[in-house]
């Protein structure tokens, strides 16, 4: 995660501008312009961007921002019938696994 801040103080408070930014390689591909070619990331990106005031000992919690992740793994039973080229249609089935967990981020203001 990359996280913009910027602090302020204002009289008796402390003024946060915040924009994390949560980036994710989902594959890498083959560009190729003319006669040469490179291997090139495609990335997600997923922000927010938010202004919050906090006076001493005052919290903020942000969240919002998810990250997923999908497993390409072959399921099925039995173990070895899956991995037989013909038989595969049979006994597996194409991937179903997406993780998702939630980036969250606590700020705390103290003097």
Same mark, same amino acid.
């Given at each position: ?12 408070? @402390? ?9 994710? @390689? ?5 560009? +190729? /312009?003319?006669?040469? /070619? @490179? ?10 961007? +938010? +202004? @919050?005031?906090?006076?001493?000992? &005052? ?7 998810? /990250?997923?992740? &999908?497993?390409? &793994? ?23 696994? +997406? ?5 969250? &981020? ?6």
């Amino acid at each position: 995660m990359i996280l913009h801040l910027t602090a302020r103080i204002v009289r008796d408070e @402390v003024v946060l501008n915040l924009a994390p930014i949560l980036s994710q @390689v989902r594959e890498i591909r083959k560009v +190729t /312009s003319g006669t040469t /070619s @490179v291997q090139a990331p495609r990335v997600d990106n997923r922000a927010l961007q +938010t +202004t @919050v005031r906090l006076r001493n000992g &005052e919290r903020v919690v942000l969240g919002g921002l998810i /990250s997923s992740q &999908e497993r390409a &793994e072959r399921q099925g039973l039995p173990l070895l019938l899956k991995h037989v080229p013909i038989l595969d249609w049979l006994f597996g089935r194409p991937p179903a696994l +997406t993780r998702r967990w939630p980036a969250v &981020e606590r700020f705390v203001v103290t003097s």
